[in-house]
């Protein structure tokens, strides 16, 4: 580090004093002595002027070092206990002081942790109250995320500046599959803090909150307004905007939006149009020529050759028209088919579902055997359901079969589903007329057939005997659930178990007309970020290896809004640095290369304040690459390195190791980009507060604090 001011006046004032003390010495000499007695002195000591010298600096050495060490353990030690102690005041109780120095500074620092201790009962107390008192608004909150966590319809909370302040996860979804660029590195369209006029106009939405606000104007009780709306990726979104209010009868504070993507639904929706327009306009042309054949056959006068002709007309009119007819009842069935999407169900639940409703529609006794509970089906539980109860009611209404019932059991990378029942056997023709006859239940005729249900899920259906057993049983082949995958323990150890999804602060943020510089650090939104290279010195060839981001919205860190990105370096790995971060060749082979992680990097950090340890390292590799990649990273930058030197002037080390000790921050993840990026965004969640009690509470102050750090000069 460095050496600070006091440092090297303690170091040179020795130094100093004996070069004033030998000028006086000589002074004096010179004024008292006689000519003849100062000519005999220096013939004494000229000779041996350099011998004084060296002695004369080696003592100034001497005397410098111990001034330098006795500045370390006694003149600076109140500076860093003042320091720590600002530290400890910031941060949680439970923490005490070090005892250093001379025995005046360690009784110091004892009576210093004794209050600390008595503080620290006080604030346990004070937050047992508030924990207390807040515990309500808190359930609220949870019974909130879980609402919206369960919802299937996707929904986004915004703020008048259309700032995101939450959102489920079936929106978190959507808007991933809305975007137009590849997935790199998991950045995302939708986050806490981020404009919703990424997505949409922001004239739509206005149009739309002033349509909301006259309708309140006009006394309705719940307005709301609707449009359609295309994103860039080429999908069409509806949208229901209803306001949220900061009472009943209060002014807007911001407004929900509930998206359903109905691009499937518009297209299916044209196709059958399409179709319709289509077979009605050859209909219409069929039937007129089979209104002209009839009214010229029943000609008397016509003869034999013209009549056949036009009975050839009428028969390939109506082969026509029935071969449309077929064609548009086909292309019903298929849709009816494909209505229903597949989803998750455990088979147990189905089965139990099944039996209750046949059971219920037939009256006769069911039984679940052989029901394996781990199962997990994809499925349209509704329509096989009805093919289950179909079939039942044929068994039971034909052949008087008292019994049915259902297994399921898995058959190699299938489910096996089995109807069964003791008693007569069905003919293979019956079984056949049966899967291929529409289903009719609860009185209810369906367009689907057995078959239909069988192949909307790609299975299998036939019918078996097993005559030793005198038992019989249709068997269905449906396909299992995919296997969950097996969570990563980083994430693990990186995520709160719900995530958290809203953060209600930012209803209190407006889109300000001050610049970047004038806002306070608390209420700006960063993009912490941090590097893994190939070596330390971008100039010279190092390449980046893997980028990890986090983000700081409100002043909380959000964990579920991370970047993480392998980047093929393009060139080999030294040894060296694969025993510090752990990334092999193998791991970053067929990674995208910088040009393609940068402009998604780029996008993430949309509209934040960029943060790092050591920035200027950082910073370097991506200047290096920014035109070959097409963006410029311009956005601000603060260096928790400098805001640390700024912070804490008189500690000896500034390492981000260092500085998470200081502040109390556990380090987990170290030399992996996104585990250095959250380190390094904790440290400076807890920096905020400090720096306000320092006096710096804008960025721009921040920004100038920096340059004037000590450590400003570092380059790459």
């Known amino acids: 580090m460095k050496p600070e001011r006091p440092e090297w006046l303690a170091a040179l004032a020795p130094a100093a004093l004996l070069a004033l003390a030998a000028a006086l010495v000589a002074a004096m000499l010179a004024a008292t002595l006689e000519p003849a007695e100062r000519a005999a002195l220096w013939a004494l000591l000229g000779p041996r002027t350099t011998l004084l010298l060296l002695l004369l600096v080696v003592v100034a050495i001497g005397a410098g070092v111990w001034m330098r060490w006795a500045w370390h353990h006694w003149g600076a030690t109140p500076g860093r206990v003042a320091e720590l102690l600002q530290v400890l005041l910031a941060g949680a109780p439970g923490r005490e002081l070090e005892p250093r120095g001379s025995a005046g500074s360690r009784a110091l620092v004892e009576t210093v942790n004794r209050l600390l201790r008595e503080r620290a009962v006080w604030r346990t107390e004070v937050e047992a109250r508030v924990h207390e008192a807040s515990r309500l608004v808190e ?375 001050l610049e970047l510089a004038e806002r306070t650090l608390a209420e700006l939104a960063y993009t912490v970020f941090d590097t893994e290279t190939t070596g330390l010195e971008p100039s010279a060839g190092d390449e980046i290896l893997q980028i990890g981001a986090t983000r700081i919205v409100a002043g909380k860190l959000r964990r579920h809004e991370s970047f993480e990105q392998l980047v093929d370096p393009q060139r080999s790995i030294p040894e060296r640095t694969i025993a510090i971060h752990g990334i092999t060749p193998a791991m970053v082979a067929g990674q995208p290369t910088i040009r393609e992680v940068l402009p998604a990097l780029h996008a993430f950090a949309q509209e934040t304040v960029l943060v790092a340890h050591n920035a200027a390292f950082d910073l370097r590799f991506l200047e290096l690459k920014e035109r070959a990649a097409g963006v410029r990273f311009d956005m601000p930058v603060l260096d928790t390195l400098l805001l640390s030197q700024v912070l804490h002037p008189n500690q000896e080390r500034h390492s981000l190791e260092a500085i998470a000790e200081r502040l109390g921050v556990p380090v987990l993840g170290r030399h992996t980009a996104l585990g250095d990026a959250i380190v390094t965004a904790e440290v400076f969640l807890k920096m905020i507060p400090l720096l306000q009690t320092a006096g710096i509470r804008t960025l721009g102050q921040a920004l100038e604090a920096s340059r004037r750090s000590a450590l400003a000069k570092l380059s790459y």
């Open 139 to 513: 359930q609220e909150k949870g019974r909130l995320a879980a609402l919206m966590a369960e919802l299937t319809q996707s929904v986004v909370v915004c703020n008048l500046d259309g700032r995101i302040l939450l959102y489920n996860g079936r929106a978190r979804l959507q808007f991933r599959a809305l975007s137009p660029a590849p997935a790199i590195g998991g950045a995302e369209y939708l986050g806490i803090g981020r404009s919703i006029y990424a997505v949409f106009d922001r004239a739509l939405v206005a149009h739309a909150l002033e349509m909301v606000q006259q309708r309140l104007q006009r006394g309705v009780a719940h307005p709301s307004a609707q449009f359609v709306t295309a994103t860039r990726g080429g999908q069409l979104l509806r949208v229901q905007l209803a306001p949220v209010r900061e009472h009943e009868a209060g002014p807007l504070a911001g407004f929900v939006l509930m998206l359903d993507n109905i691009t499937r639904d518009f297209a299916e929706e044209s196709e059958r149009d399409r179709r319709l327009h289509e077979h009605t306009e050859a209909g219409r042309a069929s039937l007129a020529n089979l209104q002209a054949a009839v009214e010229l056959i029943d000609d008397p006068a016509l003869d034999e050759a013209t009549a056949a002709r036009l009975q050839g007309v009428i028969r390939d009119e109506v082969r026509a028209l029935g071969h449309r007819i077929g064609e548009l009842a086909h292309y019903t069935t298929e849709t009816m088919r494909t209505r229903w999407p597949l989803e998750d169900m455990q088979g147990a639940d189905f089965v139990a579902a099944a039996l209750r409703r046949i059971e219920a529609e037939h009256r006769c006794r069911t039984a679940g055997t052989e029901v394996d509970p781990a199962l997990w089906l994809k499925l349209d539980s509704f329509s096989l359901i009805q093919a289950l109860v179909f079939l039942a009611g044929r068994v039971v209404d034909e052949y008087g079969v008292k019994v049915v019932q259902i297994r399921l059991q898995r058959a190699g990378t299938r489910a096996q589903l089995d109807l069964a029942w003791i008693g007569p056997g069905v003919s293979t023709e019956t079984a056949v007329a049966w899967e291929t006859e529409a289903m009719r239940v609860d009185g209810e005729a369906s367009a689907l057939t057995v078959r239909d249900v069988v192949q909307r899920h790609g299975g299998t259906f036939w019918f078996e005997r097993e005559r030793v057993r005198a038992e019989a049983f249709f068997r269905f082949l449906l396909p299992l659930a995919d296997a969950a995958e097996p969570l990563d323990s980083g994430l693990l150890a990186r995520r709160e178990s719900r995530p958290e999804f809203y953060d209600f602060d930012l209803f209190q943020t407006r889109e300000m007309a």
